[in-house]
């Protein structure tokens, strides 16, 4: 038996991004799929759009405008008023990123890029509730081709 190398399995999708803050936007049209490394094709059914960012702002896209991401589940639940337990899972993995205080918390999610929500958003959830799950991009997946067949 030969020596095989298993890429582990993680969600990707198509995203647009807010020029004005960074967030990535999710479309229903284009739902998640399971992504393993294999070669991504550009969808060419995706005409312009308007796209309400969570900062408020308006950005338009296009399928050309689009980033295929690979998506990591981030989850916090709050400990203590200045206290959060961050938990991050990906390809069925979940790693414990440890307690946070507010400040870390905040720092930490400002270096990430966020789905369909923004840092002080996230803050403002934990304010009323215990607990929020979230979506942010793990990586950006380059090579994306057309699909010259589809056009």
Not at 17 to 32: N, Q, R, V, Y
């Amino acid at each position: 038996m030969g020596n095989s190398v298993t890429t582990p399995t993680v969600r990707g999708e198509w995203v647009g991004k807010c020029p004005e803050c960074g967030t990535c936007s999710f479309f229903p049209k284009l739902p998640a799929t399971d992504y393993e490394g294999q070669p991504v094709v550009r969808p060419h059914n995706f005409d312009w759009v308007s796209v309400r960012c969570v900062c408020g702002h308006r950005f338009q896209t296009d399928s050309n405008g689009l980033t295929f991401v690979t998506f990591a589940s981030l989850s916090i639940q709050r400990l203590s008023p200045d206290e959060f337990a961050v938990a991050q899972s990906y390809a069925g993995i979940k790693n414990d990123l440890g307690p946070m205080s507010e400040t870390q918390l905040w720092a930490y999610l400002n270096s990430r890029t966020l789905i369909d929500i923004i840092p002080s958003q996230v803050l403002t959830f934990l304010n009323g509730c215990n607990a929020l799950d979230m979506d942010m991009v793990l990586s950006v997946v380059r090579g994306a081709c057309s699909d010259s067949a589809g056009q």
